[in-house]
T-cell receptor, first 116, second 111 residues
C-alpha cells in the first residue's frame, strides 16, 4: 500500500461548488503539506502543518482552507471553486528526524482537479 | 521575480549524452538544496540532496552548489530513456519551515 494516499485522484466540478481533497499517510510523519502544480509554475505551497495544532499559510492560500483532523490526515478545501483553481494538487509529508535528508518530502500521487 | 528560476525545457537528448540541469536563486539564506524527479502522472521523489556549497555524486548523478553565484546544477552521465522525467530543484533556509521549488525542467532521452 502507498504511504501517502490522496482521494479523489480525479475530480471535475463546477464554478462555485465546495470541494474537499483528502490526504492520508501511514508514514507516521508529523509534517504535512498541500501544493498545487501548474505548467510552467512548478509546485507552489498552499498550506502546511507541522503537527495537529499547527497550521500555516503558504505562498498561495487565498481561496483554500485546510483541516488537520489527525496526525495522519490533512484535508484541503476549496470553499467556492473557480476555473483558475484547475490544477494538479499534491499532498506531501516529512519528518526531519528521518529520511535521506531532513528536508525530504514524500509526495502522494496527486489529484487532478478540473473546475468548469 | 521568482525566488527560484529554472529553465522549463523541454530538453531532448540522445541516449548516452551528458545532461546538465540548472537553477538560480535569489535568497542568500538558502542552505539546503535538493533535486526531485517526477515521472508523468506521479508525485515527485527526492533524487539528490546537498547541504551548503560543494558537490555530491550518486551513481550517474552529480549535484553541484555554488552559493557565491546562487547557482545549482544536476548532471546526469550516460543518460538513459528511463531518465525521461521532469526534474525540479528545491531549496530551504536554516529555518526549514518549507521548501521552495523551481518550475521544473522536462527531460526527454531519446533511445
Amino acid at each position: 500500500d502507498a504511504d501517502v494516499t490522496q482521494t479523489p485522484r480525479n475530480r471535475i466540478t463546477k464554478t462555485g461548488k465546495r470541494i474537499m481533497l483528502e490526504c492520508s499517510q501511514t508514514k507516521g510523519h508529523d509534517r504535512m503539506y498541500w501544493y498545487r502544480q501548474d505548467p510552467g509554475l512548478g509546485l507552489r505551497l498552499i498550506y502546511y502543518s507541522f503537527d495537529v495544532k499547527d497550521i500555516n499559510k503558504g505562498e498561495i492560500s487565498d481561496g483554500y482552507s485546510v483541516s488537520r483532523q489527525a496526525q495522519a490526515k490533512f484535508s484541503l478545501s476549496l470553499e467556492s471553486a473557480i476555473p483558475n483553481q484547475t490544477a494538479l494538487y499534491f499532498c506531501a509529508t516529512s519528518d526531519p528526524r528521518t529520511g535521506r535528508a531532513r528536508e525530504t518530502q514524500y509526495f502522494g500521487p496527486g489529484t487532478r482537479l478540473l473546475v468548469l | 521575480q521568482k525566488e527560484v528560476e529554472q529553465d522549463p525545457g523541454p530538453l531532448s537528448v540522445p541516449e548516452g549524452a551528458i545532461v546538465s540541469l540548472n537553477c538560480t536563486y535569489s535568497n542568500s539564506a538558502f542552505q539546503y538544496f535538493m533535486w526531485y524527479r517526477q515521472y508523468s502522472r506521479k508525485g515527485p521523489e527526492l533524487l539528490m540532496y546537498t547541504y551548503s556549497s560543494g558537490n555530491k555524486e550518486d551513481g550517474r548523478f552529480t549535484a553541484q552548489v555554488d552559493k557565491s553565484s546562487k547557482y545549482i546544477s544536476l548532471f546526469i552521465r550516460d543518460s538513459q530513456p528511463s531518465d525521461s522525467a521532469t526534474y525540479l530543484c528545491a531549496m530551504s533556509d536554516t529555518g526549514r519551515r518549507a521548501l521552495t521549488f523551481g518550475s521544473g525542467t522536462r527531460l526527454q532521452v531519446q533511445p
